[in-house]
Protein backbone atom coordinates (compact mmCIF):
# COMPACT_ATOMS: atom_id res chain seq x y z
CA UNK A 1 0.00 0.00 0.00
CA UNK A 2 0.95 3.78 -0.35
CA UNK A 3 3.19 4.95 2.56
CA UNK A 4 5.18 8.19 3.79
CA UNK A 5 8.28 8.32 5.31
CA UNK A 6 9.55 11.69 6.57
CA UNK A 7 12.50 12.74 8.77
CA UNK A 8 11.86 12.45 12.53
CA UNK A 9 12.17 15.57 14.96
CA UNK A 10 11.89 17.50 16.35
CA UNK A 11 14.15 20.08 14.80
CA UNK A 12 15.56 22.62 16.27
CA UNK A 13 16.81 26.16 14.64
CA UNK A 14 18.05 29.69 14.89
CA UNK A 15 16.18 32.44 12.92
CA UNK A 16 17.65 32.89 9.72
CA UNK A 17 18.41 29.37 9.41
CA UNK A 18 17.59 27.18 6.49
CA UNK A 19 15.49 24.45 6.41
CA UNK A 20 15.07 20.86 5.11
CA UNK A 21 12.92 18.34 6.13
CA UNK A 22 12.86 14.96 4.06
CA UNK A 23 9.87 13.31 2.54
CA UNK A 24 9.69 10.10 0.92
CA UNK A 25 6.90 7.78 -0.27
CA UNK A 26 6.09 4.73 -1.93
CA UNK A 27 3.08 4.58 -4.09
CA UNK A 28 1.29 2.76 -7.06
CA UNK A 29 0.53 4.91 -9.98
CA UNK A 30 0.90 8.57 -9.71
CA UNK A 31 0.07 9.91 -6.62
CA UNK A 32 -0.46 14.00 -5.51
CA UNK A 33 1.78 14.96 -2.85
CA UNK A 34 1.22 17.53 -0.48
CA UNK A 35 2.85 19.26 2.98
CA UNK A 36 -0.07 20.42 5.69
CA UNK A 37 1.20 22.40 8.54
CA UNK A 38 -0.33 22.37 12.20
CA UNK A 39 0.49 24.96 14.56
CA UNK A 40 0.52 24.67 17.99
CA UNK A 41 -3.34 24.67 18.98
CA UNK A 42 -4.78 25.10 15.80
CA UNK A 43 -5.88 22.07 12.77
CA UNK A 44 -4.42 21.43 9.70
CA UNK A 45 -3.52 23.73 6.62
CA UNK A 46 -2.43 22.97 3.13
CA UNK A 47 0.95 24.13 2.71
CA UNK A 48 1.64 23.63 -0.85
CA UNK A 49 1.03 20.79 -2.99
CA UNK A 50 2.45 18.99 -6.38
CA UNK A 51 0.55 16.49 -8.38
CA UNK A 52 3.06 15.21 -10.73
CA UNK A 53 6.70 15.19 -11.49
CA UNK A 54 9.34 17.72 -11.29
CA UNK A 55 6.61 20.09 -10.06
CA UNK A 56 7.19 22.48 -7.32
CA UNK A 57 5.11 23.23 -4.77
CA UNK A 58 5.95 26.56 -3.30
CA UNK A 59 4.04 29.17 -0.39
CA UNK A 60 5.29 31.50 2.49
CA UNK A 61 9.00 31.09 1.01
CA UNK A 62 8.42 27.26 1.73
CA UNK A 63 9.05 24.84 -1.42
CA UNK A 64 9.09 21.47 -2.54
CA UNK A 65 10.16 19.26 -5.70
CA UNK A 66 7.85 16.04 -6.64
CA UNK A 67 11.22 14.19 -7.73
CA UNK A 68 9.93 10.93 -9.51
CA UNK A 69 13.24 9.08 -9.63
CA UNK A 70 13.93 9.12 -6.02
CA UNK A 71 10.43 9.17 -4.44
CA UNK A 72 11.05 12.51 -2.79
CA UNK A 73 8.99 15.28 -1.79
CA UNK A 74 11.53 17.29 0.60
CA UNK A 75 10.73 20.71 1.99
CA UNK A 76 12.55 23.11 2.23
CA UNK A 77 13.19 26.90 3.32
CA UNK A 78 15.84 29.51 2.89
CA UNK A 79 15.86 31.40 5.74
CA UNK A 80 12.89 30.33 8.66
CA UNK A 81 11.09 32.27 11.32
CA UNK A 82 9.71 32.00 14.59
CA UNK A 83 6.21 31.87 13.61
CA UNK A 84 7.64 28.94 11.48
CA UNK A 85 7.30 27.21 14.59
CA UNK A 86 5.05 24.24 13.71
CA UNK A 87 4.56 20.43 13.32
CA UNK A 88 4.92 19.55 9.15
CA UNK A 89 3.20 16.75 7.80
CA UNK A 90 3.85 15.10 4.53
CA UNK A 91 1.14 13.45 2.63
CA UNK A 92 0.28 11.66 -0.58
CA UNK A 93 -2.97 10.65 -2.27
CA UNK A 94 -3.98 8.20 -5.03
CA UNK A 95 -4.16 9.21 -8.43
CA UNK A 96 -7.97 8.69 -8.60
CA UNK A 97 -8.77 11.69 -6.67
CA UNK A 98 -10.96 12.00 -3.59
CA UNK A 99 -9.22 8.82 -1.94
CA UNK A 100 -7.97 9.86 1.82
CA UNK A 101 -4.61 11.30 2.33
CA UNK A 102 -1.50 8.68 3.79
CA UNK A 103 0.41 10.97 6.13
CA UNK A 104 3.87 11.06 6.90
CA UNK A 105 4.18 10.62 11.03
CA UNK A 106 4.69 14.57 11.67
CA UNK A 107 8.25 17.14 12.25
CA UNK A 108 7.72 18.94 14.19
CA UNK A 109 9.56 22.36 14.27
CA UNK A 110 10.75 25.03 16.59
CA UNK A 111 12.83 27.99 15.51
CA UNK A 112 14.14 29.95 18.31
CA UNK A 113 15.44 33.62 18.17
CA UNK B 1 -16.32 32.74 7.07
CA UNK B 2 -15.19 29.51 8.62
CA UNK B 3 -14.71 26.65 5.13
CA UNK B 4 -15.06 23.57 7.48
CA UNK B 5 -16.17 23.59 11.04
CA UNK B 6 -16.52 21.37 14.15
CA UNK B 7 -17.98 21.19 17.47
CA UNK B 8 -17.21 20.98 19.76
CA UNK B 9 -13.52 21.92 20.11
CA UNK B 10 -12.51 19.61 23.15
CA UNK B 11 -14.50 17.25 24.71
CA UNK B 12 -14.13 15.43 28.23
CA UNK B 13 -15.91 12.69 29.13
CA UNK B 14 -16.35 9.35 30.96
CA UNK B 15 -15.79 5.05 29.04
CA UNK B 16 -18.89 4.41 28.74
CA UNK B 17 -20.56 7.35 27.79
CA UNK B 18 -22.07 8.11 23.94
CA UNK B 19 -21.31 11.59 22.04
CA UNK B 20 -21.10 12.98 19.26
CA UNK B 21 -19.02 15.34 16.83
CA UNK B 22 -20.16 17.42 14.17
CA UNK B 23 -18.73 18.84 11.25
CA UNK B 24 -19.83 21.01 8.43
CA UNK B 25 -18.43 22.59 5.43
CA UNK B 26 -19.59 25.73 3.40
CA UNK B 27 -17.43 25.06 0.12
CA UNK B 28 -19.62 22.95 -2.19
CA UNK B 29 -17.67 20.03 -1.99
CA UNK B 30 -18.92 16.15 -2.45
CA UNK B 31 -17.03 14.72 -0.28
CA UNK B 32 -16.02 14.68 3.36
CA UNK B 33 -13.45 12.52 5.86
CA UNK B 34 -12.86 12.03 9.53
CA UNK B 35 -9.56 11.36 10.26
CA UNK B 36 -8.16 10.59 14.01
CA UNK B 37 -4.52 12.14 15.16
CA UNK B 38 -3.31 10.05 18.32
CA UNK B 39 -0.80 11.24 21.08
CA UNK B 40 1.89 10.87 18.95
CA UNK B 41 0.32 13.17 16.41
CA UNK B 42 0.14 10.22 13.83
CA UNK B 43 -3.01 11.04 11.45
CA UNK B 44 -4.99 7.84 9.82
CA UNK B 45 -8.13 7.93 7.80
CA UNK B 46 -11.20 7.09 9.56
CA UNK B 47 -14.11 7.42 6.99
CA UNK B 48 -14.89 8.92 3.99
CA UNK B 49 -18.47 10.19 2.52
CA UNK B 50 -18.68 11.04 -1.31
CA UNK B 51 -22.19 12.74 -1.96
CA UNK B 52 -23.59 11.58 1.63
CA UNK B 53 -22.78 7.43 0.43
CA UNK B 54 -20.32 5.83 3.09
CA UNK B 55 -17.22 5.20 0.38
CA UNK B 56 -14.36 3.59 2.87
CA UNK B 57 -14.17 2.82 6.23
CA UNK B 58 -10.77 1.90 7.37
CA UNK B 59 -10.96 -0.69 9.80
CA UNK B 60 -12.97 1.17 12.65
CA UNK B 61 -14.61 -0.37 15.55
CA UNK B 62 -18.57 -0.20 14.77
CA UNK B 63 -19.03 1.89 17.91
CA UNK B 64 -17.92 4.93 15.67
CA UNK B 65 -20.88 5.57 13.56
CA UNK B 66 -20.36 8.44 10.88
CA UNK B 67 -23.94 10.09 9.50
CA UNK B 68 -24.10 12.01 6.66
CA UNK B 69 -27.55 14.15 6.69
CA UNK B 70 -26.66 16.19 3.38
CA UNK B 71 -23.35 16.48 1.59
CA UNK B 72 -22.15 19.67 3.49
CA UNK B 73 -22.32 17.67 6.70
CA UNK B 74 -20.37 14.54 8.19
CA UNK B 75 -20.87 13.68 12.17
CA UNK B 76 -19.56 11.16 13.57
CA UNK B 77 -21.02 9.65 16.89
CA UNK B 78 -19.02 7.21 19.51
CA UNK B 79 -20.63 4.91 21.46
CA UNK B 80 -19.51 2.95 24.77
CA UNK B 81 -16.08 5.39 24.62
CA UNK B 82 -12.76 3.80 25.85
CA UNK B 83 -9.52 5.26 27.11
CA UNK B 84 -8.03 4.85 23.41
CA UNK B 85 -10.71 6.63 21.91
CA UNK B 86 -8.64 9.85 23.34
CA UNK B 87 -7.72 11.77 20.26
CA UNK B 88 -7.75 14.60 18.20
CA UNK B 89 -10.89 14.22 15.61
CA UNK B 90 -10.18 15.82 12.34
CA UNK B 91 -13.26 16.57 9.53
CA UNK B 92 -12.26 17.41 6.07
CA UNK B 93 -13.93 17.64 2.75
CA UNK B 94 -13.11 17.65 -0.98
CA UNK B 95 -14.21 18.86 -4.19
CA UNK B 96 -15.39 16.08 -6.40
CA UNK B 97 -12.15 14.81 -8.75
CA UNK B 98 -9.40 16.79 -6.85
CA UNK B 99 -7.62 15.97 -4.63
CA UNK B 100 -6.67 18.81 -2.82
CA UNK B 101 -8.36 18.61 1.16
CA UNK B 102 -8.93 20.99 3.60
CA UNK B 103 -9.48 20.52 7.31
CA UNK B 104 -11.41 21.73 10.02
CA UNK B 105 -9.99 22.98 13.45
CA UNK B 106 -10.32 19.33 15.03
CA UNK B 107 -11.74 17.80 18.37
CA UNK B 108 -10.28 17.14 21.06
CA UNK B 109 -11.69 14.15 22.93
CA UNK B 110 -10.41 13.21 26.22
CA UNK B 111 -12.22 9.84 27.83
CA UNK B 112 -11.80 9.66 31.53
Known amino acids: GNSVTQMEGPVTLSEEAFLTINCTYTATGYPSLFWYVQYPGEGLQLLLKATKADDKGSNKGFEATYRKETTSFHLEKGSVQVSDSAVYFC????????????FGKGTRLSVIA | DTAVSQTPKYLVTQMGNDKSIKCEQNLGHDTMYWYKQDSKKFLKIMFSYNNKELIINETVPNRFSPKSPDKAHLNLHINSLELGDSAVYFCASSRKGTDTQYFGPGTRLTVL
Open chain 1, 91 to 102: ALSGDSGNTPLV
